[in-house]
């Protein structure tokens, strides 16, 4: 499990990279000032939560069934958080229609949420 925590933090900080660029430059130009600042709260987001898992693999402060609630719920949060506001984002440029993801992203930032509290639980609050 702590390898697929690194690898999946690898990817996310991968793809954030490559869509952070993609971003400034392409995008820039086909999107509006307030699509593209969306776009990239989805980039930064990912970003963020590619460090966390590193420090969740990293962290003696969990036991291993800990950190796989908390892999999963940043797993699943960042590909709807951010997944749902790359494709909003990008629905005029791609000519398709993904307003139904709409609510998908506060379910995303949920997940996100839970991922850290359920960390600070682990580590400061739960015994053992």
Known sequence: MGKKIILT???FGFVSIVLG???AHALKKVLTPELLSSFE???KYMMYHALFL???SMTTFME???KKIV???TLFGTILFSGSIFLLSLSGVMGLNFKFLGPITPIGGLL???SWAFSF???GIKKG
């Open 9 to 11: 933090a690898l990817v």
């Open 112 to 114: 996100l949420i839970t």
């Open 121 to 123: 639980y682990y580590i």
């Open 54 to 56: 590193i420090f969740v």
């Open 21 to 23: 660029a993609f971003g």
């Open 41 to 43: 709260v989805g980039v």
């Open 71 to 73: 892999f999963y719920l």
């Open 64 to 66: 291993m069934k800990q």
